[in-house]
């Protein structure tokens, strides 16, 4: 490929991850976990008319700042009900700023080539590309911070020592803050205060945060506190600056983990370029390479923001995500200034066997019902792409061509995002409870079952609202058996039945109705039912009887 190939190639990669990640953003259902509860704390304050302060359920909620969270409310106002490719723009859209920020940041340090292999391996790095689709305030984060990291080293050197950029530095802070919490805010000031120290001009950093830098990011904060003490009071406040911050860093109660958490994750989080990518940094400091203010500079956010977040105890994978792109960018910037070796080849062979790998395995799990869904014809030719090209890799790298080969890895695996995107519809009633809370309801309306919905061992169940309209209740195996609930509807995860033998006898009764891995069990008998109306399987009912 010739230089000018290279670069409308380069001009061109952000569309080309849009189109590949297109599928995942709109035919994808809402996970339970964490996106699900998002949009129902969002309806919460809809209902509410609360901007500030949220309920989950009716119990504060001041795990987050507002700012994420009007998103999603400006999305249900705007369209009348929660679109999953709307508010993935909100991970995308900051994914690709972050791109920019980081090949405009580096644009005279690396070739085209070495431009598009960065470019490359940060859209493809296991967790970003994740953070890129999935519904979180993680990615806005980490370009806030990323953009304010930019300014400052623009005013560090003296170019871009502007009255614009020193406005738009603690704007970017304040709106890191906003968005995540405190991690916006400490990761950004503890690397500038870090890298002013190590280069020994501790003394200037009032340059980048004087008194009109504080004053916009006190003011933003003052007026925010404020905010929320009107409408929730002292104690919401309190919950919001120390039980959410202070206690989760010192004794966490949610995400407690070791000190050397994030010396595991980030060998996977990085993945499949982490072998490249820190073996490059561990060869740079073993041969002790002297390195220049930038790369220092993004050693130092590295290096800081791991010690700290080590520090704290509550702990993610997902909490590194700030790092990522100087991890790629930085071993971008050494592998430029490195002779391609056999450990370089070696940390590309073993993504490229992995590639190869993931169709012949299918073979090993090909009669095991949970790989049912990968018989589906986009499912192997998604697994076809990426066999396809981690044999390409193999080629190029005999070839010696390293950018190349990671361009053929990160294609084969856009590509095969692509196809296997358009299996999710497929897909959807293993990984939401989209598809179970429309059966639920149009289950409801056609056998008159007006007494509500229960649910029994679900995965964070209470934020099935966002569909059905109405909150589920909790309910146990001896209430069900001693008949609470008749004239409702239980909502329950099949295979959990083979550990509990009475409920499965007394499910198998009432003629459950399938629903992916779910069962929708009509509540009661006959007589027990609102206006005596057929349950499953009755005279009036077409629906067939699941053998248990």
């Known amino acids: 490929m010739n230089l000018k190939h290279q670069q409308i190639l380069l001009r061109a990669l952000p569309y080309l991850m849009v189109v590949a990640l297109l599928p995942v953003m709109i035919l994808r259902d809402f996970t339970p976990s964490n996106e699900l509860r998002y949009l129902s704390i969002a309806d919460e304050a809809l209902r509410n008319g609360n901007l500030f302060t949220f309920t989950n359920q009716g119990v504060p909620y001041a795990d987050k700042p507002p700012l994420y969270l009007w998103i999603v409310m400006c999305g249900k106002l705007l369209f009348g009900s929660h679109q999953m490719g709307f508010l993935a723009l909100f991970s995308l859209l900051p994914a690709l700023g972050i791109l920019r920020i980081m090949e405009r940041w580096t ?112 003011g933003g904060c003052l007026v925010w506190f404020a905010a929320v003490w009107i409408e929730g009071g002292t104690e919401y406040l309190n919950n919001l600056l120390f039980h959410q911050t202070l206690d989760r860093a010192v004794d966490a109660f949610h995400h407690k983990e070791p000190i050397w958490y994030y010396a595991v994750t980030m060998w996977y989080s990085l993945a499949p370029w982490s072998l490249l990518v820190i073996g490059a940094l561990i060869a740079a400091l073993v041969r002790r390479m002297p390195l220049d203010d930038l790369e220092q500079f993004f050693l130092t956010v590295i290096g800081s923001t791991l010690v700290m977040l080590s520090a704290f105890s509550s702990k993610l994978a997902v909490y590194l995500a700030p790092t990522f792109p100087f991890f790629i960018y930085l071993g971008a910037l050494l592998l430029a200034r490195m002779r391609t070796n056999n450990w370089m080849r070696l940390a590309l062979l073993i993504p490229a066997l992995v590639w190869i790998g993931l169709l012949p395995a299918l073979l090993l799990v090909w009669n095991r019902p949970e790989a049912a869904l990968l018989h589906d014809a986009r499912a192997l030719t998604a697994l076809g792409i990426l066999c396809f090209t981690g044999l390409m890799a193999l080629w190029l790298l005999r070839r010696r061509t390293l950018h190349a080969s990671i361009g053929s890895l990160a294609a084969g695996l856009m590509a095969a995002l692509f196809v296997g995107g358009l299996l999710l519809p497929k897909a959807n009633p293993q990984l939401g409870y989209g598809p179970l809370c429309r059966e639920a309801r149009e289950t409801a309306e056609r056998l008159g079952y007006g007494g509500g919905y229960y649910v029994w061992e679900m995965h964070r169940p209470e934020a099935m609202d966002v569909y059905l309209d109405e909150d589920v209740q909790e309910i146990a195996t001896d209430e069900i058996l001693a008949g609470r609930g008749a004239g409702g509807l239980l909502l329950l995860p099949a295979q959990k039945l083979t550990h509990d033998p009475q409920l499965q006898q007394y499910v198998a009764t009432q003629n459950p109705v399938a629903s992916g891995p779910y069962l929708i069990v009509p509540l009661g008998s006959r007589d027990s039912a609102p206006g005596g109306v057929p349950t499953a399987n009755e005279p009036g009912s077409d629906d067939t009887a699941l053998p248990l």
């Not at 993680?138 to 990323?146: G, N, P, Q, S, V």
């Not at 502007?162 to 406005?167: A, L, S, V, W």
């Not at 945060?209 to 916009?216: D, K, L, S, T, V």
Request: proline share 4%; net charge positive.
């Open 107 to 218: 644009a005279a340090r690396l070739s085209t080539a070495q431009h598009l292999s960065a470019a490359a391996m940060l859209m493809t790095s296991g967790l970003f590309l994740g953070l890129a689709v999935v519904l979180r305030m993680d990615m806005l984060m980490c370009f806030f911070i990323t953009l304010s990291l930019y300014l400052f080293w623009r005013i560090y050197t003296g170019e871009g020592d502007t009255p614009r950029n020193r406005t738009w530095l603690p704007v970017c802070v304040f709106l890191a803050l906003f968005t995540k919490g405190p991690v916006g805010l400490l990761v950004p000031l503890v690397s500038m205060v870090v890298f002013l120290a190590w280069k020994r001009r501790l003394g200037h950093f009032a340059r980048f945060w004087g008194a009109r830098a504080w004053a916009i990011l006190l």
